[in-house]
């Protein structure tokens, strides 16, 4: 008679992790602890360099621990890790699909590596297309496949052996809402059909609350685990919505952030969510002395107001508004600072971006949304002059592009949505580099280079490696070396993919202030709630503009009676399901 399987597919016993470099000895994992349960989606959340991926790879016995011991699925993951690694599926953060192969070319060549038996592959293939939706499109190359698609084929991979412990490290990053909505859809239906156990790690906490329980680690250790509702309730009395008539939601958020018994405050829907340090109600007039038409409201809590106090706690720090990006200009509100009519780019008789127009204003920050493959990055490309416009006309800060790119370049900075530094070179010598592309020397490259290492806190690692560096120091480097110029517009790219809520709202206070010195910042992002910050913003469709204004009126244009308050997240999807519904009829 075998024995019953253990409730826990996934146990940590006292594990820890450290990784030695050159430059120093890094605690990924510290006494780790925790369980797995069966049958259920956990979620692993914390932010960055918090050593998810380094417990992933340990249960996935592609590490050793130098402390304590894991039990996978009964095993023991150090001593067994080959059979581990064969009765698990692991979907690293960048999956190895092969570009210049076929979908199907890909299934065959994970089937192959994985043993699955040629009998059993049509039946199973059958199912993951039908699952993925990837049907269709078996014969495409993967290097031609969306962000969305390129995420659903190395999950079909992943499970071309059906796995009873699926480890999903950071699945949807970079990917945008419709396509996250699909991939939790497959996942929820591998727990409800297949009977498998989830282990996902996400920057996303509205994902983290769609899960059974949540771990959170902080520095290598777990700070708190539960269901996402227990760790909300905790919240209970501490979280309120405060609202100023006629105030710009950024405005009011740099006033408030830091200020006595204020632990986060973030834009939202217009207004500001702030987060208290304990459960006395805070004061509008204590928060704000001059606006006497400020009022502050209770709020339900929800799964990221508990992360966030929980990793405040741990770290002991206090909230404190970031210091500026960029000196201050003197500038008036409503100069035109980009203008686009009648925008298009061809690739041969494909148009990846058709008739296209808009205005932003100095000082305004611009949203350019749509799912993957909508035209959002080829439309930066021509509007930094990286890319010549087959159609229409374009202009930055009063130059015309198509006949002075390289002058209207010298007016611009540009943040890509993937970090392209050079990684072999430090982070004094990033900033040197770009300083003298932009045409700096002397005095003021050395000026701007001491700028970005006190006021980005980039001097305690100015001589490290920028490959080494955690997410959120590549994102702060990435925007010194874009501002070393001090430009008058700034491009950013998916700016924030990946990178955790802290870091985040880090992030967007230097933007916000950017921006109040009169920089006109122009984002794409697939993070909804972070287009909140944005003043107004167009989404596109297939290359087209599909809906612009600011993010009450998107919101308001996808108001119906089955959501008579959409988030952003539901009003872009909305959006984008009605132009797809509108192109099939």
């Known amino acids: 008679m075998s024995s019953p399987e253990p409730a826990a597919v996934l146990a940590l016993s006292a594990v820890s992790k450290t990784f030695a470099s050159r430059q120093q000895r890094s605690q990924a994992l510290d006494r780790v602890s925790l369980t797995v349960p069966r049958g259920v989606v956990t979620g692993l959340v914390g932010p960055d360099g918090a050593g998810k991926t380094t417990l992933m790879r340990l249960c996935a016995g592609l590490l050793a621990p130098d402390e304590g011991g894991i039990q996978v699925l009964g095993l023991d993951a150090t001593r067994d890790s080959l059979a581990v690694q064969a009765s698990i599926g692991y979907m690293p ?33 059958a199912s993951l297309m039908h699952m993925t939706g990837l049907a269709p499109f078996t014969s495409r190359l993967a290097g031609r496949l969306s962000g969305g698609m390129k995420q659903k084929l190395g999950l079909a991979c992943t499970l071309v052996r059906p796995p009873r412990l699926l480890l999903l490290d950071e699945p949807t990053v970079g990917v945008d809402p419709v396509s996250r909505r699909e991939l939790w859809s497959i996942v929820y239906r591998l727990v409800q059909e297949e009977g498998m156990s ?34 909300s309730a905790r919240m209970q009395g501490r979280v309120y919505r405060l609202r100023l008539p006629g105030s710009r939601a950024r405005t009011l958020q740099a006033a408030v952030t830091g200020a006595p018994g204020v632990l986060d405050a973030v834009v939202a829907g217009g207004d500001v969510r702030l987060v208290m340090e304990d459960s006395t109600p805070p ?86 949304l749509g799912a993957n493959g909508a035209g959002k990055t080829t439309t930066f490309r021509m509007l930094c ?150 003043d107004r913003m167009a989404i596109m469709a297939a290359g087209t503009l ?22 952003m997240e539901e009003a872009f999807i909305h959006l984008i399901e009605q132009a797809e519904q509108e192109t099939a009829a």
Request: charge should be negative.
């Open 93 to 125: 953060q960048r999956f190895g699909l092969y570009e210049d192969l076929s979908v199907q070319e890909n299934l065959d060549l994970y089937a192959d590596l994985q043993g699955v038996p040629h009998a059993e592959r049509e039946t199973r293939y």
């Open 198 to 231: 989830v282990l996902l790690s996400t920057a996303y906490l509205d994902e983290a609350e769609r899960c059974s329980e949540v771990v959170l680690l902080h520095q290598g250790r777990v700070l708190g685990s539960g269901t996402p509702a227990e760790l």
């Open 283 to 368: 004061d509008p007039q204590g928060l704000l002395p001059e606006a006497h038409e400020a009022t502050v409201d209770p709020l339900p809590p929800r799964f990221e107001d508990a992360f966030v106090t929980l990793i405040k706690a741990g770290a002991g720090t206090a909230p404190s508004q970031p210091a500026p990006a960029g000196a201050s200009k003197d500038w008036t509100r409503g100069e035109s600072m980009i203008r686009v009519q009648g925008l298009a780019r061809r690739f041969g008789d494909f148009y990846a971006v058709r008739d296209l127009s808009f205005e932003v204003d100095r000082g305004e920050v611009f949203g350019l």
């Open 385 to 534: 002059g990286l890319l010549p416009a087959s159609e229409g006309a374009l202009s930055v800060a009063g130059v015309d592009l198509r006949s002075a790119p390289a002058r209207a370049r010298a007016r611009i900075g540009y943040m890509s949505q993937k970090f392209s530094l050079y990684g072999n070179l430090s982070v004094c010598q990033n900033l040197r580099f770009f300083a003298s592309t932009y045409g700096l020397g002397g005095r003021r490259r050395q000026a701007r280079i001491d700028w970005a290492l006190e006021h980005l806190e980039l001097g305690p690692m100015a001589d490290h490696e920028s490959a080494a560096l955690p997410l959120g120091y590549k994102q702060r480097l990435a925007l010194a070396c874009a501002l070393m110029h001090e430009p008058d517009i700034l491009f950013l790219d998916e700016p924030t993919s990946g990178v955790d809520p802290l870091a985040r709202r880090e992030f967007w206070g230097r933007i916000n202030q950017l921006a109040e010195a009169g920089v006109t910042v122009l984002v794409t992002t697939h993070f909804m709630e972070e287009a909140e910050y944005c």
């Open 546 to 567: 599909l809906a612009m204004g600011t993010p009450a009126e998107i919101k308001a244009a996808a108001r119906n009676p089955r959501q008579p308050a959409p988030s």
